[in-house]
């Protein structure tokens, strides 16, 4: 596989629609990608045991769903960085104990967007500083809520599923 | 939010690269995303319990990566028919036993991908028929092999994590 020519067809503000012309064996095959600046998703555990999720609209799919926090990297920036200041921003809390989970891409067939897991702890709140057009209701839930809205479908985006459930298994340490 | 404009800026062989303007608030704002007609991921388990995994480049990341078995919806197409036939094209294996497991967006800030995911059983193999640019290893491992992958960061995908993982909460019966 040689790549031949690629071409940005719009440059977003903080990603970019690529596509690009590769040899494979001989033939040319286009491809599609997003650049992506890569991002963060946390897992706020407040002192009584509740994770704090975020319910909001999310225009790409036309609906509201549940979601861990997170957020985009800015260029350069440290995911630990990104996490800390995202925290705050969503949700108002501040957090002292920080540790990774995991990192995965999200959709490795089309995207570069590769994501920082981390659970938070230590909580104190400090006030959020959303950005104007994020429409954001927080949502707070014990483990065993959290995994009742994985088993009966309430939870509908995968890296809320996956550190849910990362952080499930350390929970009831299994 | 009001949609005040929709132009698709790239039309590709099977999703499309599309920015919006909408009004929010009084005020335009653009967004980017993608229009994908969604997905399936199969975990795919052997008589002796192993889970069928491949090893694939992916041009996007740049990178080999270890992967369930996954594939892309056809317009219109049932998703359980495209596990069916995705699974015997890269595997080569055909299942008779089929479970839906769970259904999410992967990147629902910017993709409108939805995926389901399945359990496939009772395994025979009929040949595979992979399209010729598909570069593709299969990888056995067993639910304790697959809980270390994820442990030791071997996997990186999300759905690849997120559908393990809730297959050994199913195995482990916790």
Known sequence: MRLLK????????????????????????????????????????????RIIYEK???????????????????PGEDPLE???????EETGYSAKDWRKLAE??????????????YVARDLEFVGEDRDEDEDITLVLMTPEEAERAIEENVFKDAKTILGTLMYLKEVKGC
């Open 56 to 74: 909001q609209y999310r225009f790409a799919v036309g609906d509201y769903i549940y979601e861990l926090p997170a957020g985009t990297l800015e």
């Open 104 to 117: 995965f891409y999200l959709a490795p067939g089309y995207s570069t967007e590769y994501m920082h897991l």
């Open 6 to 49: 690629e071409k940005v067809v719009y440059k977003g503000s903080f990603m970019d629609f690529v596509v690009r012309e590769y040899d494979i064996n001989g033939k040319v095959k286009v491809r599609q990608l997003v650049k992506h600046p890569g991002a963060v998703v946390m897992i706020p555990v407040l002192p009584d045991g």
């Open 82 to 88: 990104t996490a800390k200041r995202e925290l705050i």
